[in-house]
């Protein structure tokens, strides 16, 4: 069959990669000048600093076939990412552990004292949180709330807490030692040569023709015995029910000689500085020795017309106009939808490639048992 996939981010790519692997022909469309979509990486003419350029990813699994999966096409270097975080003119370490307990409270508790201690701070009556907000008091108690999460937050989502999901913050964990990795998955790592590296090698196959700066075009629908499409969603339905909410990111770029941070990544979780983090990019890669360095600064804003959508918002209203595109969805023919865009959800990398995986098989499965190839191949109510 010809297949034509609408984006060479991870799940175009993992896609493209699998159907070309099983005899079929893949023509990838890509918008932008680069493959790897938001996880795009490259080299600072200047530095030479390995720049993420729309905003630091950070690989981390439990997945085995994931893993596995991604190593055949590069090399990734163990690399544990640690975050710190400036709040009333202080630095703690995230995600809250023990230090970060026993600096905001000038204590020194050890690990059973702080569980029975922010016991105590939780509010129990809140049997199931039905936002952030209650997520947090119920987890941690109103003071390292409104330390950590409060202001962040709304700088992050432009929204108050109590109106976002309880699964953004189900994220982030608490613990109750000082392990400051941000996160807890077995395989932890940092591709040696950035994620356009990878992402070129998924995609190098001879019967993969890839596209650059070439959108995807309504004509290419009839081009094409199948589609896969992972764009955003509402926009393969020319916004007929309205357009889904997302936030996008502004970047500055920051220069200095040496240290600017002396870490990966600083948030900043006070209202009153308007940016949410700074990521330090030489301390992604730090196997490497720059002498000069390069920080990206973010800023978070409602995406408009013509800006990156990033963070999908998935407040009530987008909901509802959610499960209006995915009836659609559900029903259309000669398209499979894919990805973080493609069906609407806060995805991280490996939940994309592994879903990439699972579409792939779906999608060879209805060719081999000459059945219907389905539009939706993941359960798109979760993340
Ligand atoms: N968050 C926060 N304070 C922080 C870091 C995170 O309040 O210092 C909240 C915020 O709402 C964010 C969510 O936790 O959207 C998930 O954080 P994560 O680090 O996973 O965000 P990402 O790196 O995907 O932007």
Redesign the pocket.
């Known amino acids: 069959m010809r297949f034509g996939v609408a984006g060479a981010g991870f799940s175009g790519a993992v896609i493209a990669r699998e159907l070309a692997d099983a005899g079929h022909e893949v023509t990838v469309l890509e918008s932008r000048d680069h493959v790897a979509g938001n996880c795009h990486t490259e080299r600072d003419p200047q530095t030479q600093v390995l720049l993420h350029r729309y905003g630091p990813h950070i690989f981390h699994t439990g997945n085995e076939r994931v893993w596995s999966y991604i190593n055949r096409f590069g090399v990734l270097v163990p690399y544990y990412h640690r975050v710190r ?1 400036t709040v009333g003119g202080r630095v703690y370490l ?1 995600p809250v552990n023990l230090l970060t307990i026993n600096q905001l409270f000038q204590t020194a508790l050890n690990p059973d004292q702080a569980r029975a201690f922010i016991a105590e701070q939780a509010d129990s009556s809140i049997e199931v949180p039905r936002n ?1 907000e209650e997520q947090a008091l119920k987890l941690m108690g109103r003071r390292l709330y409104e330390a ?2 409060l202001g ?2 709304r700088k ?2 432009g929204l108050e807490p109590t109106e976002i999901p309880a699964s ?2 189900r ?2 964990p608490l613990r109750f030692t000082y392990e400051d990795s941000y996160f807890s998955h077995p395989h932890q790592g940092m591709p040696r040569d950035g994620y356009t590296a990878i992402v070129s090698a998924i995609l190098d196959h001879p019967l993969i023709e890839v596209r650059l700066s070439t959108p995807y075009a309504a004509a290419d629908r009839d081009a094409f015995d199948h589609s896969i499409w992972t764009g955003p969603l509402d926009d393969w339905f020319e916004h007929r029910y309205g357009r889904l909410g997302y936030r996008t990111l502004d970047f500055e770029e920051i220069r200095a000689t040496g240290d600017f941070l002396g870490c990966a990544v600083m ?1 900043y ?1 006070d209202l009153d500085v308007p940016y949410t983090r700074i990521t330090e990019h030489k301390y992604l890669a730090p196997w490497e020795e720059h002498t000069d360095t390069v920080c990206i600064r973010e800023t978070s804003r409602l995406a408009g017309e013509g800006d990156i959508p990033y963070y999908p918002i998935r407040l009530a209203a987008d909901q509802r106009t959610l499960r209006r595109y995915l009836d659609a969805a559900r029903s259309a023919s000669g398209v499979t939808f894919a990805g973080r865009l493609g069906t609407y959800r806060y995805l991280d990398m490996d939940v994309t490639i592994a879903e990439a995986l699972a579409t792939a098989d779906r999608i060879l499965a209805g060719i081999d048992s000459g059945g219907r190839i389905p539009s939706l191949c993941v359960d798109v109510d979760g993340a």
């Open positions: 975080t995230l952030f950590f999460f962040y937050t992050q989502w953004v913050l994220r982030l948030n979780g």
